[in-house]
């Protein structure tokens, strides 16, 4: 009886040995705190270090944690840097989307290249809303980019010799999108473009309606709005050896006169500011 005792003692402090080193260790600090650091995502401040978090890396809480709190913020590519908003106004609703988008503004040196030559704008650019200029369908923007060499006193009046890329937007009321070549003339489909390009022409003339853009007859052109007035636009048209190029920056907005409806696409252009320069300043090349 006495060895069967001793015999159970053993059994038990051997039993008792294995389910203590069975189990997990926590790593504790000096002041028993555990150093199982992690991160949780949070709706007000993103992704946040804490202990026991439920992402182990920063990567992992980002990838979760940047689509279900879109609907909190948002962002918008200006002047080449993403800007974060604490609402949904923003263009983009993730910062890896800003900083792709970003980085493409960054690549675009506003030039375009005809064959082997290269020609800059990146000075005033205007665009300008004419309403329902041509039927009640679309609504009409003249989007205007000069080289630095030209001034104005107003939309419509330019002095200074130099370049400008001019394309003429038959929009659905929203000028960011992708439009392809205008086939029907005076009574253009939503989302089509037409307009043209001027090089080292003396733009007094074009204010005079003396002179008028080499003319586009095919191509495409894409415009994102980065919101507070800054576009990024990517044109080619006129096929192989034709007209190539890009423009990023800041566009001013102006209210053009005329039209053949209501004008109800007034101030839909995005969100660039309003100049209320004279209605007869401001003259569509088409109407010269």
Known sequence: MKNYKIISLFTLVIFSIVVISCEPEEDNDNNGNSNNMGYNCSNS??????SGGQYITLEDCLSVCES????????????????????TNGTY??????????????NCNNSFDIGQNTYTIGGISELINF???????????????FSNEISTTGSGNYSGTGNMI?????????????YSFNNNGFNPNQNTF???????????????GMVFPTAANSGNVEIIDNGSGNFDVTYSFNGTGGVNGCFSGEVTLYQGGG???SGSGSGSGGSAPTNNYNKTQIKNPLTF
Do not use: K, P
């Open 45 to 50: 401040n993103g992704c946040v270090a804490a």
């Open 68 to 87: 279900s709190s879109g609907n909190e913020s948002s962002w918008n590519c200006i002047n080449n840097n993403c800007i974060e908003y604490s609402n």
């Open 93 to 106: 609703s993730s910062l890896s989307e800003c900083e792709s988008n970003c980085q493409e503004s960054q």
């Open 131 to 145: 309403g329902n200029f041509y039927n009640n369908s679309t609504v009409n923007y003249e989007l205007r980019l």
């Open 166 to 178: 001019y394309l003429n937007l038959h929009t659905n009321g929203s000028v960011a999108g992708n």
């Open 194 to 208: 037409d307009g043209g390009y001027f090089t080292n022409v003396n733009m007094y003339n074009y204010s005079m």
């Open 259 to 261: 039209g053949s409806g």
